[in-house]
Structures are given as structure tokens and as C-alpha cells.
RNA sequence: GGGCAAGUGGCGGAACUGGCAGACGCGCUGGACUUAGAAUCCAGUGGGGCGACCCAUCAGAGUUCGAGUCUCUGCUUGCCCACCA
């Protein structure tokens, strides 16, 4: 990397001087109470992992900037920071050093808190959190409570993602491809009793929320749509030969259950224990051989990759409406955890279905027909589209929409189902095997089974590592009994599912945080954090926010985050930033080298903001030499206190130098509240000044339009360059910071433009631009434009036969 | 296989609702200042043509007085979801 010692500009001491000196002045405290409106804005926290890189960085950035440009807009900004410091991560590095996670995530937050400051950053210190403190997870462990007094939380047995290399249990959203989302093992399945929560509860109002959320990437609330999955179908009850026993299958084309050929159930459906007495010993023994080949499968293999296989049970049930008799299999391709986990097959009309019955020879009927056509040719492919019923009874000659409603009102009026609404959204498994996390507050007791911990006794502290044995052993808090508490820790996402409402009252010791401050500071006005967290944090959040809506704990809107915003990757040379590559940038050094501010407009400038960012040494180089052509151009008038008001000028090259620091101050405060943060251009439009100014400083010294440029440019440069801007404040003589100033108010004489350049087509090419003064009439335009020698040329005598006038900008002359 | 997003100079990108394509920066070229370099400053920089002009926003078609922008088809890249009945 470049170093860049420049021959005025001393950014390091720079630096440093107003580091300290905002934090001894406690400069970006963000008040309860103000005349202000208020702006909650806010960053999506860091993982203690123990050094920040530039990726980092590129979110505080934007944030910061953010933050910085509200607050000299006139709100009262709410900008705080915390730390995600429980989970697998830090447990793993510590074990590898042979310390306690405690010791080696304290460690890793004040070195992680002196970088962020480092970064220039304008956090309201006074409001620090972190996860691993007993302060916080005691009111994890309260909120755990609370919802299992609602009965959102419960402990059940079920088949959970295991992943064998992290000796723990892994949530849905955390198995990325069969594979565990930290460490990339295959995840295999386990039959374990683990505490979830029921997320499935608020299903439907999750899903609705979204609609509102106009104020997150249209991206984001697809995948979370998608994540939900709802389908709008039908539940229908097949009763069993020879059992007293139903089968219950959703189907989204209950049309077709004429056609259905098979009932395909999945291996681990409760039925299947019932079927085994009542069919051959052939047919039992095949069942469980079937069951235990899928057991040892991943979940990989159990989806994505493997062949539909099954075993015919031996049994039958028989179709509610037709009466007739199909075979049951279990099958492979069946989620035992979607639906009711059973399905009714239906060859002709269903992809799947199709191929397993090819295989296994099973009878394909077809039962829809194209609305055009009555041919009923042998099927090659299943014909999957809605169409129109034949051989199904009395609905024959429906349409496929019509005869869902008919034959779900019938199956309704037998007592056989109806209509019914699936999720692939399933509960939140939030038990952890792991060390490192908040305990779970239970307690096990053999005379009153499981026993909450009351709240008077909260929180369960984190024993040490090694006297584990004893904090299990405990007495019950109801019979007062041997009891053994819960060994399990939270999944730490249920940490940060909520840490935005603990930031509004951190030293609450009564409650997790007061309905008052709620009330006042939220909603989340705009949130800025990187989009792997599309589905699983923020779904977490908004299922947590939703509850303590119902509640009363906080009030007006159910949604948390009201506008969100995905920053882009950050790459090097066009690489992935690696430790095994060894071409990660760090903060100490950037810091060292080229300077914060440097790095900071660097990282908005480069690329718009959701975008992937190359960083290169040379695009960094040509910021640092930003800042220093600012600092030489303001280093003639130190110590002239100057004053930034609307100078009145004559000259053209003045007034382009007027209307160039107002095309900058209106370029800030447009991509702040559109929300586009496109602050590239902003810091373009700085570039333009700046070089304008830096002929001004020996053109015209003296001019009124310069003093005004110099005396206003370190209040446009303040959000995104602090430290120089704070430097130059003071060196113009101010003695209060720049970040307390309120941003330049762009005037509207300063923009205008008095002569504008006519770009004058002929047949939509363009044959003449000629200067005009603004508003030019249309008759006066078409004037000048005919006046004109080469638009005469290119005419070539012939007639206009019409125009086309953009004011101010563009005459088409069409001829023919 | 399905869904979404995006393709603009050597590079990052600009061009808000269709109206001068390439702002700004990087890189490169030339010059000034220097013993020399570094730094800085000035000028130039999409392609072709001596020129007026012509050609250029992934490819092809379309709508329009006018298309990087809108529509359709295809190609490429990236991301997400992938047996959800």
C-alpha cells in the first residue's frame, strides 16, 4: 500500500486529536429528551471475532454517514453500537488457545471497540451492549420465559439438523444446502428433544407484514415470502383397510384426486408404527429396513441428490370421493415435517409423482384435460397445468379452479377435510449443545418436571467452564427437591432478535427495556447490514417484535425496521478478502497508511453502496490526494475567519464556483432522504468543487465566492470526511465541532443557471448547440435554432414539418 | 430446473421521470516545476476519418421525432431457492 505523507496535511495526529476529543466531549450522545424529531439509525452489530476489516468498515461507513448527515439535517439520531458476542466462534477460538470464551471475547471487544472508534464513527458510547454480559442475557432468559408462558416456547422430540463437526443442533435457516452454515459439514439428521419456538404461529401475520414494508428491498421480502412458503390447498382424510385409522394428506390440486393412484408417506409418519401389526411380516420388515437406510443419509443425500425410492407398506386406503382402493407407500421424497407428511400420488398431473410411478410400475390416470382439446393420448410428460375434469364423477367437465371449491365443500360435508392452508416455515429450534451461550432457565425436576426458573432468580449465570458438573445439579425452585437444570445455551440469534429495543434502555434493571423509551425511539428508521441476513435474522426479529406487540410492550407499529438497506460485498483486486489468501485489509493499517478519512470516502466513492466494491491501492491513492488538495486549498485562509453566507457575484467563474458548492451540499441531502445513499456521486460533486477552488485559490483569491467555499466546505465534507473537517473548522477559527453545524441549505438563486446550451437536432441528430439564455421561449428557441448554418445545412431546403422543444435543453427539428 | 438482479471506454462508475452517452476518479500520454525522483500543477485520453461527419451502452428486432433508459427474443454473469405435495 501506498503511503502517502502529505506535505501539509498531517492526518494522523489529526486523527487521533479528534478522536479523543469526541469522546471526552461525549459529542454523539443522543439525548431522551429533545426538541428534536428523532431518527433511530442503527448498523447490524458486529460478531466479537476479533479484528474488523474493511468489510466492516464499509457498513459503519455508510452508516455513519448516515447518521452524521441526519444529525446536521436537525434530528435528534439515535446511533448506537453493541456486540454479538455469545456463539460457536468465539467458543472454538478460545478452546483452540486453551482459554475461556470470556477471556478471549473481552479481549476481542476492546480491541474491536478501539477500531470502531478508529473508524471515526459517531456512536452514542453510553448505550454499549453486549451479549455476554449478565446485564443482557438476563433478559434473554426472562423473554424466554415469557414466551413459554405463552406457549411459544416448548421443548418437543423431533428430527433435527445436526451437524457433526459443531456438536450441535442447527436451526432450518442455518442449513445451507445440506450443509451447516458456519462450518460447511453435511448435516445429518437426529432424533433428539430440543426447546423451539413457534414461529409457525405467526405464520400468516409474518407473511402480511411484509406487504408493508415498502421501506425494504423488494428482494429481501421475496425471499422472505418464499421462506414462509404458503400454500392454499386442501387437507383430505383417506381412511386405512382393515384400521381404524385415517391418513391426512394436503394437496394443492385436490382436482385431481380422481387421479390419484397411490397414497406416498414419509418414512417417519406415526402411521407407520400402526400399519406394521396389521400387514405381512415381509411388508413390516421391509418398512423398517427402509426407514434405517434413510437414516444414516444426510440431509443432502435425503433431497437434493437422491432417487425417489419407497416400499409398498401393504396396505391401502381407500379415495374419500371415488371409494377406490390405492396402495400406501413410503417414500423418500416425502418431508415428513410439510403438510401433514403424507400426499396423495397423482401421476398424470404431478412431476414427481410421475417418476415414481414410471418406476414402480404404478397406475397413471389421467384425469385434467387441456380447455382445447378432448383428446386423451398416452402421457409422455404429466400434464401439470389447470384445465378440465374428466372421469371424476359428477365434477367431470369442471374446471380444475371450480372443481377445488366443489370437491373441498364435498369432502367437508363428509367430514373428510377441507380446505386448509401449508407452510414451509417451520418452528425455530433455538437449543444450542454448546457452552458458550445464554443458559436456558429451566430446570428439570423428577417430581414437577420441567420448572421454569422464577424471575427472581434470573439470570442463570454462565458457570465457569470447569465447574460445569455443579451448575447442573441444582434444587427444584418449586418443591425445593434435587432438580437438574437445562444443559442447553440459546442459539445466539435470539440475542440479536431483539438488541435494537435494549439499545433504547440499556441499564434498565426491571425490565428488558421501558414501554416509554419504545415508544419514543421506535421504529428503526433505517437499518444497514449485509444481506445474509435476509431471512434469518431479520424473520427472527420481526417474530420477536410482533409478540411484544401483542403484549403492549411496545406500541404503534408491529414491524421493527422500517426502512432496511443491504450494503454490498467488499472485495480486493477483484478477490474475495481471505486470512487463507492473506490479502485481508485491516483497519490499524488503512489507518496507518492512508488515513480514516482516506478510507472512508474511498469506500463511498468507489461504488454505490450496494454494490460489490474492488478495493485497489490506487483508487484509495486518488482520495488521499482529495484531502489533500482540500486541505492546501483551505490552507491559505487559516485563522481569517471567514464567514459562509449567499455571496453576491458577478462573474461567471464566480457564480460557477457559488453554484458548484450548492450542487454539492443538494447532492448530500437528496441521497440521504431518498434513501439511496449514493453518496459516489455526492463525493463526485465534491471533486468538482474543489477543483474549481483549487483555480480559484490563485485566480481570484479574494473573490466573495471563494471565501464562501472555503468557510462552508468542511460543514459538506463533515459526514463523510470527519476528522479534516473538524480540523479545518477549527483552523477557520470556530471553536465548537462542524458535526454540530447544520448541514449547507442549498438556495435555489445559486442553482439556477442563467444561459443554458440548446442542443438542436435535426431528425434526432444533433446538428448545433447553441448558448441561450434560461427559459428561452419556444418561438425564440426555433429562431435561433433556423438561424443557425449547419442546422440550415442539414434542413437542405426542406420543410419542418414539426418540432419537438424540451425547455432548456433540446429543440428536434423533424423534415421531410 | 425455478425465481430475481445486472451487462456502458483499459478499469470503478455517471446519465433522477425516454432528451448532448462516458460526469467524477483510477490508469495511461504529453508538458511545466525539479540535479533527479516523489509530490504538485496544466493539457489530452471511446473508435474511425484531413475534414464536415460517421460508428459506438451484450446481440438481434420493435415502439418513438428521439432509446443506455420502454417492449419482445436470445446470450452472458451474479445472487437466491431448489422433491414444500
Known sequence: MLSMAAAGYDFQSVERKWQSRWERDALYRAPNDSPKPKYYAMEMWPYTSGDLHVGHAKNYTIGDAVARMLRMLGYNVLHPIGWDAFGLPAENAAIERGIDPAVWTTENILNMRRQIRLMGTSYDWSREIATCEPEYYRWNQWLFLRLREHGLAYKREAPVNWCPHDQTVLANEQVIDGRCWRCEHLVERRNLSQWFLRITAYAERLLNGLEKLTGWPERTRTMQRNWIGRSEGARLAFSIEGLDENIEVFTTRLDTLFGATFLAVAPEHPVVESLKPVVSREHAAAMDAFAESLKSRSELERTSLMEKEGVFTGAYAVNPLSRERIPIWLTNYVLAEYGSGALMGVPAHDERDFHFATQRGLPIVEVIVSPNSDAVEPLEAPYVEDGRLIASGDFSGMSSE???????????????????????????????????????????????????????????????????????????????????????????????????????????????????????????????????????????????????????????????????????????????????????????????????????????????????????????????????????????????????????????????????????????????????????????????????????????????????????????????????????????????????????????????????????????????????????????????????????????????????????????????
Open 402 to 816: 371450480r372443481a377445488r371449491t366443489a370437491m373441498a365443500d364435498r369432502v367437508a360435508s363428509i367430514g373428510m377435510g377441507g380446505r386448509s392452508v401449508a407452510y414451509k416455515l417451520r418452528d425455530w429450534l433455538i437449543s444450542r449443545q454448546r457452552y458458550w451461550g445464554t443458559p436456558i432457565p429451566i430446570v428439570y425436576c423428577s417430581r414437577c418436571g420441567e420448572v421454569p426458573v422464577p424471575d427472581d432468580q434470573l439470570p442463570v449465570l454462565l458457570p465457569v467452564r470447569t465447574r460445569i458438573d455443579e451448575f447442573l445439579e441444582t434444587t427444584c425452585p418449586t418443591c425445593g427437591g434435587p432438580a437438574r437444570r437445562e444443559s442447553d445455551t440459546m442459539d445466539t440469534f435470539f440475542e440479536s432478535s431483539w438488541y435494537f429495543l435494549r439499545y433504547l434502555d440499556p441499564h434498565n434493571d426491571r425490565a428488558p427495556w421501558s414501554v416509554e423509551h419504545a415508544e419514543r425511539w421506535m421504529n428503526v428508521d433505517q437499518y444497514i447490514g449485509g444481506a445474509e441476513h435476509t431471512v434469518l435474522h431479520l424473520l427472527y426479529s420481526r417474530f420477536f417484535y410482533k409478540f411484544f406487540h401483542d403484549r403492549g410492550w411496545v406500541r404503534g407499529p408491529n414491524e421493527p425496521f422500517e426502512h432496511l438497506f443491504h450494503q454490498g460485498l467488499i472485495i480486493r483486486d477483484g478477490a474475495r478478502m481471505s486470512k487463507s489468501r492473506g490479502n485481508v485489509i485491516g483497519i490499524d493499517e488503512t489507518a496507518e497508511q492512508v488515513g480514516i478519512d482516506a478510507m472512508r470516502l474511498f469506500l463511498l466513492y468507489v461504488t454505490p453502496p450496494e454494490e460489490t466494491s474492488n478495493w485497489t491501492d490506487e483508487g484509495i491513492s486518488g482520495r488521499v490526494r482529495l484531502l489533500n488538495r482540500i486541505w492546501r486549498v483551505c490552507e491559505p485562509y487559516f485563522g481569517s475567519a471567514l464567514e459562509g453566507k449567499m455571496p453576491n457575484v458577478e462573474r461567471a467563474e464566480e457564480k460557477a464556483l457559488v453554484r458548484a458548492v450548492h450542487v454539492a451540499a443538494r447532492s448530500a441531502i437528496d441521497e440521504t432522504t431518498s434513501r439511496r445513499f449514493h453518496y459516489n456521486t455526492t463525493i463526485a460533486k465534491l471533486d468538482e468543487l474543489v477543483n474549481l477552488m483549487t483555480g480559484a485559490v490563485t485566480s481570484m483569491p479574494e473573490s466573495p465566492a471563494m471565501h464562501d467555499a472555503v468557510a462552508v466546505l468542511p460543514i459538506l465534507i463533515a459526514p463523510f470526511a470527519p476528522h479534516i473537517a473538524e480540523e479545518l473548522w477549527e483552523r477557520l477559527g470556530h471553536s465548537a465541532s462542524v458535526h454540530l453545524e447544520a448541514y449547507l441549505e442549498p438556495d435555489e438563486r445559486a442553482l439556477a443557471i442563467e444561459h443554458i446550451t440548446l442542443v438542436v437536432q435535426v431528425n434526432g441528430r444533433v446538428r448545433a448547440r447553441i448558448s441561450a439564455p434560461a427559459g428561452v421561449s419556444e418561438a425564440e428557441a426555433l429562431a435561433l435554432a433556423l438561424g443557425d448554418s449547419n442546422v440550415r445545412v442539414h434542413l437542405g431546403g426542406k420543410e419542418v414539418r414539426k418540432h419537438i422543444y424540451v425547455p432548456d435543453k433540446l429543440l428536434n427539428l423533424v423534415a421531410a
